[in-house]
C-alpha cells in the first residue's frame, strides 16, 4: 500500500509543482516555502489530503476536488496528472490556468464520471477527443468570456453521440454555433446551453427527455414555433417530464403561443420565456401552479387582460410581466401571492386606479408600474405598514393625480434605513441566480437603466411624468436609504424642502419640469453621493449653493429657471452690497502646483485617445448590430459574474 502512494505522488508531484510554480503572477509564497509544504504534507498519506480521495481498497486516487484553490499558470498538455488512469471525478473550476488550452489527453482519464473545468481560464477549441470519455455522467466547460472556448459544430454532435450515459451538461457561454442534435442521452436531467449561439429550431427531441430537470437554452438565435407539445393537446411527452424544475428559453426568438399544458409540470420552479416573440394570452392556470416561484414572461407580444386567478397556495417570489400589449386591470387576485417580492407590470397598456391591496404583501420589495394607463388619485390609507418593505417603486409614465401621498410614502419602512456597505452584497428575490437573471428597468440619473440582480441598498421611488400637483412633502426626508428621487414632469408646487439634506446616501435628485419655486436650500450641499441633480424648468429664484458636490453640476442642471443666479449660471450673485462672494481656496500640494501643466497634457491626451477609441467602438456597434449582440453580452456577463461570486 504505502509504495503505491508514493507511487502516486510522485505521479502528482510534478503537477503540483506546476501549478504552484508556473504562473507569471506573484506565488502566494517563494518556491522553497511551497516545496517545504509539500513535504509537510508526509508523502505516504496523500489520501487525506484536502481535495483527493482514494480507493478504501487499492489505495489510488479517484477523486481530485481543487475547486476553488487559487491555482494559477499554464496548464502543460504533459501534466502527469493524466497518467492517473483511475481517476473518476477531476474539478479544476474556479481557477486560473491563464489561457492554457483545453488537452486533448483529457481522453486518457477514460474511467472519468465528471470532468469540471468552468471557468478556469481555459481558451480555445475544446478538443473532439473529450467525447471518448464514455463514462462521463456529468460535464461542465463554461467560461465568462463569450470568445474564450469553441466546440465546433460536428465536434458538439459528436460530444452529444458518444456521451450517451450523460447526466448534467454545462457548456454556458461556450461558442458551440450549432443546431440542437437530435442525438441526446435519455439520462439528461439537466441541460445547461445559454449564450452558446445556437441557432434554428428548438427541436421537440428536448422534450422527449423524460428525466430533465433543468433547461436553460438562452441568449441563443433559437427561431420558429415553440415545439408542439407545448401548445394543442397534452401530449404525452410533456406529461412525463414530471420532473423539470427550471425551463428557461428567454432571449431567443421564439415565437406562437403559451398553451395551458405548461401547467402539468407539477414540479416546475422557475418558468422564463422572456425576450421573444409570443404572442396570445397568458394561461389562466400558471397562478394555479403551486409549486412555481418564477414566472418571466417579459418583453413578448403578449395581449389581452391578465385574467390570471392566483390561488392562495401559490409560491410566486418573482411575476415579471413587462413589455407586452397586455390591458384592462391589475388582478385583485395578486394579493394571493404572499410570498412575492418583485413585481413588474410596467410598458403594457393596463388602465386602473392604484393597486392599494398589493401593500399588503409582507415581502414586496419591487414594484413597477410604469408605462401604463394607470389613473386617479393615490389615496391616504389609515392601515399602517402597508408596503413596509418596498425598496424600489416605479409609478412613472402614467395619469396619477392629486397630491403625493404622504400616508404611502411614512409607511415605507425598508427606506428608512440606510443599507451598510458590507463585503458580501444581497440582491433581491436572488434565490435563483444559477438558472434565472433577474432584470428591471428604472429611470435613474436621467437616463433608462436596467438593473441586473437588483441590490438590496438600491432604493428608488420615481414618480415622474404623471399628474401630481400639491407640495413636495417634508416626510421624504425620512426615507434616508434613498438613492434615486425622480418627482419630475408633474405639476408640484411649493418649494424644496430642506428635510432633503437627510437624505445623505442620495446619488440622483430629479424635481424638473414643475413648478416649484423659492431658493434652493443651501442644506443640501451636504449630500456628498449626489451625482445628478436636475431642477431645470421650474421657477426657482436666489443664488445657487456652492461648494462640494454642487461645484460639479453644469447649466442643465438649472436651465428655465429665470430667477437663478451665480455659477453656472452667466448671472452673477453678489454678497450683501452686490459684491461677489469670495470663495474659500482650495489649498494644493507644492507636487500638485507643479503638476498642472503635465495634468493638462494628460487630459489632452487622454481625451485624444478616448475620441478614437470611443468612435472606434461606435462604428464596431453600428456595424455589427448593436441592439442585439451587445445587450446580450451585459446581460450573460451580469448573470456569470454575480454566479461566480457565490460560488467560491
Known sequence: MDCVKLVLFLMLYPFLCQLAFSSSLPHLCPKDQALALLQFKHIKDCCSWNGFHCDKIMGQVIELDLRCSGLQGKFHTNSSLFQLSNLKRLALSYNDFFGSLISPKFNELSSLMLLDLSDSGFRGLIPAEISHLSKLQDLRI?????????????????????????????????????????????????????????????????????????????????????????????????????????????????????????????????????????????????????????????????????????????RLRIINLYGNKLKGKVPPSLINCRYLEFLDLGNNELNDTFPSSLGGLPYLRILSLRSNKLHGPIKDSRRNNLFAQIRVIDLSSNGFSGKLPVSLLENFQAMKIIGENSETREYIADYYSVYYTNTLIVTTKGWDREFFHVLTT?????????????????????????????????????????????????????????KIGGEIPQQLVSLTFLAVLNLSHNHLVGC??????????????????????????????????????????????????????????AVLMGFGCGLVIGLSIIYIMLSTHYPVWFSRMVLKFANIIATRMNRC
Open 458 to 514: 438600491n432604493i428608488i421611488i420615481n414618480f415622474s411624468r404623471n399628474r401630481f400637483e400639491g407640495y413636495v412633502p417634508s416626510i421624504i426626508g425620512d426615507l434616508v436609504g434613498l438613492r434615486a428621487l425622480n418627482l419630475s414632469h408633474n405639476g408640484l408646487e411649493g418649494v424644496i424642502p430642506t428635510s432633503l439634506q437627510r437624505l445623505s446616501v442620495l446619488e440622483s435628485l430629479d424635481l424638473s419640469s414643475n
Open 142 to 314: 463554461w467560461t465568462v468570456d463569450p470568445y474564450g472556448l469553441r466546440l465546433g459544430p460536428y465536434n458538439f454532435e459528436l460530444l452529444l453521440k458518444n456521451l450517451m450515459q450523460l447526466r448534467e451538461l454545462y457548456l454556458d457561454s461556450v461558442n458551440i454555433s450549432s443546431t440542437i442534435p437530435l442525438s441526446l442521452s435519455s439520462y439528461l436531467t439537466t441541460l445547461w446551453l445559454p449564450g452558446a449561439e445556437l441557432r434554428e429550431a428548438l427541436p421537440e427531441r428536448v422534450f422527449d427527455l423524460s428525466n430533465l430537470e433543468t433547461l436553460s437554452l438562452s441568449f441563443n438565435s433559437l427561431t420558429g414555433p415553440i415545439p408542439s407539445n407545448l401548445q394543442g393537446p397534452i401530449p404525452k411527452s410533456l406529461l412525463d417530464l414530471q420532473g423539470l424544475y427550471a425551463l428557461s428559453i428567454s432571449q431567443n426568438n421564439l415565437s406562437g403561443q403559451i398553451a395551458s399544458t405548461v401547467c402539468n409540470l407539477n414540479s416546475l420552479t422557475v418558468l422564463d420565456l422572456g425576450s421573444n416573440i409570443l404572442n396570445g394570452t397568458i394561461p389562466q392556470c400558471l397562478g394555479e401552479m403551486n409549486v412555481l416561484q418564477v414566472l418571466d414572461l417579459n418583453n413578448n407580444h403578449l395581449s389581452g387582460t391578465i385574467n390570471t386567478t392566483f390561488t392562495t397556495e401559490n
Open 544 to 601: 445657487i449653493p456652492k461648494g462640494k458636490q454642487f461645484d460639479t453640476f453644469d447649466n442643465s442642471s438649472y436651465k428655465g429657471n429665470d430667477g437663478l443666479r451665480g455659477l453656472p449660471i452667466s448671472k452673477d450673485c453678489g454678497g450683501e452690497h452686490g459684491v461677489p462672494q469670495a470663495t474659500t481656496p482650495v489649498e494644493q500640494d507644492d507636487e500638485e502646483e507643479d503638476g498642472d501643466l503635465i495634468s493638462g497634457q
